[in-house]
């Protein structure tokens, strides 16, 4: 077999690249003592000479590393390889097969809704038979598996490619009809909160977008994949290195370090170490950011970045709010683990996720306590003995997880606990409402009907219906009372509990407290408190539209935390100039806003030469929507081309989402502000076309072809003013031809706008668009109730009282013009 210098090829661990040996030692010939000195002097001369060209030897730096898949990892990490072999990694994507399969498909029926479902085999496939986007039943082929334990959810294809390889797919939907692998039973995965039966139209049908496998799900069960949308046809032609979770999921392309491993070289790349991701070292961050590509509830903003690269350069973090968490920080939706760990003390302690988990089985490294006790080694009987947890030996309330950790179910069985790793604290429970793990525990304690107790199911259920119900929530804080005095007692009065938690700024802010405003700015500039935290509080002011907080974000736009820096900037939103505003002005009056735009917005220039990718976009998204008309009267060219070069990164976020209508919508909202109409009016019409059913697009649409047709309507004015009937009559086809477009976008966002509320009706934001929307189809009456019933939900805000006023005002005109005497509305 051919060798290299000093090792075997099928021998490559990194502690030979550090200079060992491989295989036996051999005896070196007889020789005389002078002839072994002058052939070791040779010898050392050609290392030396070996070893220094070695050191220096480096790849191209055209060489691109490729992904090569999980199997060319196994010829030399074996025992990692079968490691991964047996974990939720392997299995997260698989072929439908009889070994993939676990759920029973011999002709099982399952009824929900007033739907018969059944899961049958036919020529080696397997089927499904259930309602389709027509609404009638129809016969799906399964083409892949989708998870293992505790529950399994089937794929089905729809516009496959036709020439797609065995690694491209068409748009994948996800069935409601899943199999739970612990009971064997089938059963049906409905929204959450949604009890009712979805409407076929609904974007949460299983045919929907919200069920859509290559828009919500793909990157985080396949390895390298590229969504591939095309807006035109609206189809998929999405790709993936590796249908599951694979090695280079976690430690990115392997083909440069198959290639080092290979090489005729002592020494890995002088350039690229070892050719993968750099997951180890004295910071945990390369690490746990890693995995929080996947365990965090995210935007994607570049699919070409992978493992190892920073968490901000491909991602946006969605913060804590009050529609994800309670407001210390525990989790309420299903959020995953990130968002929490980066509150917890013991990242802020360099902890990181294989300190628990086996990185390659994706399981906990030790079973029960020792998960904990393997490093809180302390004296005995510190922890894990009655004296510290106050319970029965080998008893639920034993166990480290239980207090530290509390489970949520979601997805009908998926316990997740809450990576935050806090200590109980029943007192926050008592003056905040948020959850305990005493009183999770301690349920039955709890005074209330058999019937409610059955109807409200988990803890976290009956926390935010006590919300709701103050019978429910006063008998909950009887228990939570308890609990508090329970934990005084064992554990006296610590100085955690002295100090004002976070949970308490987040809460009045939540709650719109009339002095939320000051307290979450203590909350953002202290840094006490974690940087997830702080960040999730100015991102709450925006909202506030408050200067003195856009004051105080300036410093923050320096903290060393992307989160923090990203979230800072979006405070400058709420003071962004309108193009239409723009259009109203005289030259003097567009002078003097560019001037006071200049000075407001000049922190945020720096921003768009910021580390991180998350930040760089943020700034540019929004220094971008300044009417170019303000923006050319300050600012020179150089600061125009470097936001250019960032507007455009910010766009090749947008395209990642291009089946989205947001992102449309985005794009549209953009190039108004740089009075490009036409790319605007195209923007509008493909989020249209990509989301039919969505909000937001037809409003833009509407208002931006009612502003050509003002034009045309001055243009006909003065036709009519120069006796040019000609001109007159040519323009009046196009003014009937947009107003009746206006119309009739207006009249589909009001019908959408409307089953939103219904949807939504405590929801301040829904309702908001929702009476604007009735007033500019011409029904102000119920415009002013919807804006009144908003107005009592957000108090801190001016927008509702200005609209009202705004309202009032006109059908005040109204009302007097007519001659009749004025109603008066609201409170």
């Given amino acids: 077999m051919k060798r290299k210098r000093g090792l075997h090829r099928e021998d490559h661990a990194p502690a030979h690249r550090a200079g060992g040996t491989s295989g036996a030692a051999t005896a070196p010939p007889r020789h005389s003592g002078r002839r072994i000195l002058g052939v070791a002097a040779l010898a050392v001369g050609l290392l030396g000479g070996a070893v220094l060209?070695?050191?220096?030897?480096?790849?191209?730096?055209?060489?691109?590393?490729?992904?090569?898949?999980?199997?060319?990892?196994?010829?030399?990490?074996?025992?990692?390889?079968?490691?991964?072999?047996?974990?939720?990694?392997?299995?997260?994507?698989?072929?439908?097969?009889?070994?993939?399969?676990?759920?029973?498909?011999?002709?099982?029926?399952?009824?929900?809704?007033?739907?018969?479902?059944?899961?049958?085999?036919?020529?080696?496939?397997?089927?499904?038979?259930?309602?389709?986007?027509?609404?009638?039943l129809h016969d799906y082929p399964v083409k892949y598996t989708f998870g293992v334990e505790p529950l399994q959810q089937y794929l089905v294809e729809f516009e496959a490619p036709e020439d797609a390889g065995p690694n491209t797919v068409g748009r994948l939907q996800v069935l409601r009809e899943c199999w739970d692998t612990r009971q064997k039973r089938w059963f049906y995965l409905p929204p959450p909160d949604v009890p009712e039966k979805l409407d076929p139209s609904d974007d949460l049908h299983w045919t929907g977008i919200g069920q859509r496998w290559n828009t919500m799900c793909a990157e985080c069960h396949s390895t390298d994949v590229r969504k591939n949308f095309d807006p035109a046809t609206g189809r998929y032609r999405t790709t993936f290195s590796e249908i599951s979770v694979g090695c280079e999921a976690c430690h990115g392309p392997g083909s440069v370090h198959i290639q080092l491993a290979?090489?005729?070289?002592?020494?890995?790349?002088?350039?690229?170490?070892?050719?993968?991701?750099?997951?180890?070292?004295?910071?945990?961050?390369?690490?746990?950011?890693?995995?929080?590509?996947?365990?965090?509830?995210?935007?994607?903003?570049?699919?070409?970045?992978?493992?190892?690269?920073?968490?901000?350069?491909?991602?946006?973090?969605?913060?804590?709010?009050?529609?994800?968490?309670?407001?210390?920080?525990?989790?309420?939706?299903?959020?995953?683990?990130?968002?929490?760990?980066?509150?917890?003390?013991?990242?802020?302690?360099?902890?990181?996720?294989?300190?628990?988990?086996?990185?390659?089985?994706?399981?906990?490294?030790?079973?029960?306590?020792?998960?904990?006790?393997s490093c809180h080694q302390h004296p005995a009987g510190r922890y894990d003995t009655p004296s510290h947890h106050h319970h029965r030996p080998g008893s639920p309330g034993a166990q480290c997880v239980n207090c530290h950790m509390p489970e949520t179910v979601y997805m009908e069985v998926d316990g997740r606990r809450d990576h935050s790793l806090r200590v109980p604290r029943p007192d926050l429970s008592v003056r905040l409402g948020v959850p305990n793990a005493c009183t999770a525990c301690h349920l039955e304690r709890v005074q209330v009907e058999p019937q409610k107790r059955a109807e409200l199911g988990q803890y976290r259920d009956w926390v935010t219906a006590a919300?709701?119900?103050?019978?429910?929530?006063?008998?909950?804080?009887?228990?939570?009372?308890?609990?508090?005095?329970?934990?005084?007692?064992?554990?006296?009065?610590?100085?955690?509990?002295?100090?004002?938690?976070?949970?308490?700024?987040?809460?009045?802010?939540?709650?719109?407290?009339?002095?939320?405003?000051?307290?979450?700015?203590?909350?953002?500039?202290?840094?006490?408190?974690?940087?997830?935290?702080?960040?999730?509080?100015?991102?709450?002011?925006?909202?506030?539209?408050?200067?003195?907080?856009?004051?105080?974000?300036?410093?923050?736009?320096?903290?060393?935390?992307?989160?923090?820096?990203?979230?800072?900037?979006?405070?400058?939103?709420?003071?962004?100039?309108?193009?239409?505003?723009?259009?109203?002005?005289?030259?003097?009056?567009?002078?003097?806003?560019?001037?006071?735009?200049?000075?407001?917005?000049?922190?945020?220039?720096?921003?768009?030469?910021?580390?991180?990718?998350?930040?760089?976009?943020q700034a540019a998204s929004i220094l971008g929507r300044i009417p170019a008309a303000l923006l050319v009267l300050v600012t020179d060219g150089q600061q125009r081309r470097q936001l250019q070069q960032?507007?455009?990164?910010?766009?090749?976020?947008?395209?990642?989402?291009?089946?989205?209508?947001?992102?449309?919508?985005?794009?549209?909202?953009?190039?108004?502000?740089?009075?490009?109409?036409?790319?605007?009016?195209?923007?509008?019409?493909?989020?249209?076309?990509?989301?039919?059913?969505?909000v937001g697009p037809r409003s833009n649409l509407a208002a931006l072809l009612e502003r050509r047709l003002h034009g045309l309507q001055q243009q006909w004015q003065q036709a009519l003013i120069a006796r040019n009937q000609a001109q007159a009559q040519s323009l009046a086809g196009p003014m009937a031809d947009l107003q009746l477009q206006v119309t009739e976008l207006r009249s589909q966002e009001l019908e959408l706008l409307a089953r939103d509320a219904r949807l939504a009706p405590d929801n301040p934001d829904v309702l908001y668009r929702y009476g604007l929307a009735l007033y500019l189809n011409g029904r102000a009456d119920e415009a002013a109730q919807v804006l009144e019933r908003g107005a009592q939900l957000e108090r801190r805000t001016s927008r509702f009282p200005l609209a009202l006023a705004l309202l009032y005002e006109k059908l005040q005109s109204v009302v007097q013009s007519a001659g009749t005497r004025p109603q008066t509305f609201g409170t």
């Fill in 467 to 617: 919300r709701r119900d103050p019978q429910l929530r006063q008998a909950l804080q009887l228990v939570d009372q308890w609990a508090a005095q329970s934990v005084e007692q064992w554990y006296g009065d610590s100085p955690a509990r002295r100090m004002r938690h976070y949970g308490e700024y987040l809460a009045s802010a939540w709650e719109n407290a009339p002095s939320a405003v000051p307290h979450v700015l203590e909350l953002c500039r202290s840094k006490h408190y974690p940087a997830v935290i702080r960040a999730a509080g100015w991102a709450w002011l925006v909202s506030a539209a408050d200067r003195q907080a856009l004051a105080h974000a300036r410093d923050a736009l320096h903290d060393p935390h992307p989160l923090v820096r990203a979230a800072a900037v979006t405070l400058w939103e709420p003071f962004l100039p309108s193009p239409d505003d723009v259009r109203m002005l005289d030259a003097s009056q567009r002078q003097a806003l560019a001037e006071y735009v200049g000075q407001q917005f000049a922190p945020l220039w720096p921003m768009l030469s910021d580390p991180a990718k998350a930040v760089r976009t």
């Fill in 646 to 694: 960032a507007a455009e990164e910010w766009i090749h976020t947008l395209h990642v989402h291009n089946d989205r209508a947001g992102s449309h919508v985005a794009l549209g909202v953009y190039y108004e502000a740089q009075g490009d109409d036409q790319r605007a009016e195209q923007a509008y019409r493909t989020a249209l076309r990509v989301e039919p059913n969505t």
């Fill in 262 to 373: 290979k090489a005729y070289s002592l020494f890995w790349d002088r350039k690229r170490g070892y050719g993968f991701a750099r997951l180890k070292g004295d910071s945990p961050d390369p690490q746990i950011e890693t995995c929080a590509y996947c365990h965090s509830r995210r935007r994607v903003l570049d699919e070409s970045q992978g493992a190892g690269q920073s968490f901000f350069d491909r991602c946006a973090l969605e913060l804590p709010s009050a529609q994800t968490y309670f407001a210390d920080g525990q989790i309420l939706d299903e959020v995953y683990e990130v968002g929490s760990f980066w509150q917890s003390r013991m990242y802020h302690q360099k902890i990181r996720c294989s300190d628990c988990h086996d990185p390659h089985t994706a399981r906990l490294k030790h079973s029960g306590n020792a998960v904990c006790t």
């Fill in 53 to 136: 060209a070695d050191w220096y030897w480096a790849l191209p730096d055209s060489v691109t590393a490729t992904y090569v898949g999980s199997q060319a990892c196994a010829e030399c990490h074996q025992s990692q390889y079968r490691s991964w072999l047996s974990s939720h990694h392997f299995y997260a994507m698989q072929p439908a097969t009889e070994e993939t399969v676990l759920g029973d498909f011999n002709d099982a029926e399952l009824h929900y809704h007033g739907i018969v479902a059944r899961m049958y085999k036919r020529d080696g496939q397997f089927w499904v038979r259930t309602e389709g986007p027509d609404g009638q």
